[in-house]
């Protein structure tokens, strides 16, 4: 017998085994997580309720995702976007944009920050904002950074005519580089005032 349950197929017999089998493919949290469901849902004959294992599995994603009564935010928010002005065109993305990680070769570039905290950037150029995301994307921050030797960043700021943001999102910026493996400078954050 099978049940319909938000637009997709279940078998309600599933053998713990198999179900198992899958968990430890998954990783040790959602594999622990269904590892204690089976336990707490199993019946005598062996078999699961898949209805609760399902509603079982959206309480997890829950869990990863932050949304609901369950949520602690483990997977990354999205970051809150501005619009690039609406004077500026929105122009293709520069086949020299890629994220900034530990790597990037000491320079000074133009960036912008995506939704998500990526950190993309292209070589310092007038104009050249608008083409880092490409196509007229927001961005949750924008401006310029120098990269010196040993991948240690010696400036961020937030000059960029096409986003404009005030110096609050400069933060955010820095956690984001140290996380892509750069070290930040202690006075590399200069603020500028639109």
Request: hydrophobic share 40%; charged share 15%.
């Amino acid at each position: 017998m099978t049940l319909v349950k938000y637009g997709k197929i279940i078998l309600d017999a599933a053998p713990l085994n198999a179900v198992k089998n899958v968990t430890d493919t998954i990783g040790t949290f959602v594999g622990d997580t269904l590892t204690g469901a089976q336990k707490l849902l199993a019946d005598q004959s062996g078999a699961i309720d898949v209805t609760a294992l399902y509603d079982g599995m959206e309480w997890v994603g829950a869990k990863f995702t932050g949304w609901g009564p369950f949520g602690r935010g483990i997977a990354p928010k999205r970051l809150p976007t501005k619009p690039q002005h609406p004077d500026v065109p929105k122009y293709p993305k520069s086949p020299h944009s890629k994220p900034v990680t530990s790597s990037t070769t000491p320079g000074e570039y133009v960036f912008v920050q995506d939704a998500d905290g990526v950190v993309y950037v292209v070589p310092q150029a007038s104009h050249a904002h608008p083409t880092v995301l490409g196509g007229g994307q927001p961005a949750a921050a924008a401006g310029e950074i120098t990269i010196g030797p040993n991948g240690v960043v010696t400036e961020i700021n937030n000059i960029s005519g096409t986003f404009q943001h005030d110096a609050s999102v400069l933060p955010g910026v820095q956690k984001a580089l140290e996380q892509a493996g750069l070290k930040v400078a202690p006075d590399a954050i200069k603020p500028f005032q639109w």
